[in-house]
């Protein structure tokens, strides 16, 4: 694990960062309503003390201490200045289709049974991390603590897989639906739409959703937003911060605080 910020001058509940290239876990205290947004990943949330609240694209506010949204759902939260974890898990991945198997609705408000363990480790880790689970354990711990039954058997289709894990590899995010059929020696309309079919959003969609997570890193590494448009190859910086407010419902200033930890990703990728 590599720390690559400085600390805060926030204190003892300034956030914590654990960043990898596809989703980040966030520990801390946070205040303040976050607007409607809709992102790719599965969120989940944990409040360690108190209480949050969320609310759909149509409803009342909902207050529970333990949340997971799925992906590409329109969304407002609020932390109501309790201390909680935030995770961000790429549907794609191994538990990541496992998990989205147990949700059956946008947002899912969970009972405390479910995410008890959870809340443990995570107390554990906030206050004495040298104690507790490493990061990435902890956080593949509170993923299969939530996921139902056993794993999908279903797989998906093998040229997807391909052009995603092309997509992965890449130091550019520059491909093309065009390029992406190549790979797989489709047409570019079947392409995508079998892409839709089984990731969920158009190509495009999710090449920028892939543009975002990689200027997350890049913000952390570099902070600043205009390094981060360089490095996901954004148009500018103006670009990265209208698609960080669109996914995720603040300005990607908001980052630039507390401590930052760049890991290697706790998880695989489906196949």
Known sequence: MGKFAIKSSQGHDAPRWYLWDG????LGRSEGVIRPHAHHAIQIVISIDGMASIR??????????????????VHSFDARGSLGAMLMLE?????????????LQDITLLPDAAFASCVAELRKFCEQPFESMAVRGLIRHCVLALCAGAPPTRRRDPRVTTV???????????????????????SPSRFAHLFKQQVGLPFRRYMLWRKLTRATLAIARERTITAAAQA???????????????MFGIPPSAMMQGEFFEIDSPFELAR
């Open 232 to 246: 996901a190859d954004f148009a500018d910086a103006a670009h990265v911060t209208r698609t960080f407010q669109q």
């Open 23 to 26: 989703g980040f876990l966030a």
């Open 91 to 103: 549907p794609e991945s191994i538990e990541g289709t496992w998990l989205r198997t147990a949700l």
């Open 56 to 73: 759909g694209a149509r409803g009342d506010w909902q207050p529970a201490r333990g949340i997971i949204v799925r992906p590409d759902a």
């Open 164 to 186: 995603l894990n092309a997509i992965r590899e890449s130091a550019e995010l520059r491909m093309s639906v065009e390029a992406a059929a190549a790979i797989v020696h489709l």
